[in-house]
């Protein structure tokens, strides 16, 4: 039996397979392997991560969409390369690897697509289709360049010169990830009860890993919300004209990333700055703030990292010659 795609919510697709009886789980797990056949398999690796993985049914959608495709693209692999998935060989999972890494792949990317491999097997196995763990021994080199360098932040004048072409909604959502920090994902979720522009605060309710924190708005930031708020939020111009619709407790009428980013980059090209994605903002946020209090743990926390060195590699520097007013008097 073949599975199609499944659009239900997260623990529905996880059903699919925990609703059958161990001897049939195996079995169709076994033949999904030995046909590659990349639907059921990315089935599969869902309904672990949602019944088997560390965070379960509340695993973020774009981890789950991450996996996907990383299955589908080592299950492609495999196929191309008449990999026995059920019995690897030692050297196929290093051989995946160094594909990857011939293909021009970056490090980085490279462990995201192993980490989405290894899940494959962590899935045959506590479906029994396999003992094999091939990525146990598999390493990917590190990247010594630091996060940062290889993708900066947008720099003051790009910012400055894209809020000048970018509407309303845009250019409220490009402060809270310039200025808040936000992720994209944690601007898009804001309801309206987050935002407190007198106390210039905003709850986050669930940031990465689900945690929340309480982050500080900017004083550019608290106008630019009182200015939002007056046109979208529930009673204003923009939520009552009757031609718009506006989800009465969202902040945002965008439904999603791709969404936003299609607005937003509309704002870059009429710039003339190139749209590097959502996160050099946060790196721009980081990056300022770092030259400013010079706190890597005090930026952590505007960042909403767990860890200081994920602030350090990646999400703010200082500047060259930063020590030399502290150096002048040597």
């Known amino acids: ?31 999904a392997a030995g046909e590659k056949d990349v639907y059921a398999l990315v089935s599969l690796t869902t309904a672990y991560l949602a019944h088997g993985g560390g ?14 495709l990383g299955t589908r693209q080592f299950v492609e692999y495999a196929s191309s390369q008449a990999v026995n998935l059920l019995r690897p060989g030692r050297h196929d999972a290093q051989g995946y690897i160094n594909t990857l890494l011939a293909a021009g792949r970056k490090p980085a990317g490279v462990q995201l697509k192993v980490a989405a491999a290894g899940c494959l097997y962590r899935a045959l196995r506590w479906a029994g289709a396999t003992e094999a763990d091939p990525f146990r021994d598999a390493r990917v080199p590190r990247d010594p360049t630091p996060g940062i360098v290889k993708r900066p932040p947008y720099s003051e004048d790009e910012l400055a010169d894209v809020l000048e072409q970018a509407d309303v909604q845009a250019k409220f959502l490009l402060f809270l990830t310039a200025h808040a920090g936000l992720r994209i994902s944690e601007a898009l979720a804001l ?32 106008r630019a919300a009182r200015h939002y708020r007056g046109l979208y939020a529930p009673g204003g111009p923009e939520h009552v004209d009757g031609k718009r619709t506006t989800l009465p407790i969202r902040v945002f009428r965008y439904a999603d990333m791709t969404t936003a980013r299609y607005h937003v980059e509309k704002a870059f090209k009429a710039a003339g700055v190139k749209f590097r994605g959502f996160h050099p903002g946060r790196k721009y946020a980081g990056t300022r703030l770092l030259r400013q209090i010079k706190d890597f743990g005090r930026v952590a926390a505007h960042l909403g990292h767990s860890s200081v060195d994920t602030t350090r590699k990646g999400y703010a520097q200082l500047a060259a010659d930063d020590l030399k007013d502290d150096l002048a008097g040597w």
Do not use: C
Not at 3 to 27: C, I, M, S, Y
């Open 55 to 68: 965070s379960g049914v509340l695993t973020s959608p774009r981890t789950v969409e991450a996996y996907a």
């Open 1 to 31: 039996m073949t599975l199609v795609p499944f659009k239900g919510g997260l623990l529905a697709q996880a059903r699919v397979w925990t609703n059958l009886h161990d001897d049939e789980l195996r079995r169709r797990a076994v033949q």
């Open 191 to 222: 309801e309206w009860d987050d935002l407190d522009e007198a106390a210039k605060r905003i709850q986050v309710r669930s940031g990465k890993g689900r945690k929340a924190r309480v982050v500080a708005m900017s004083s550019s930031l608290a």
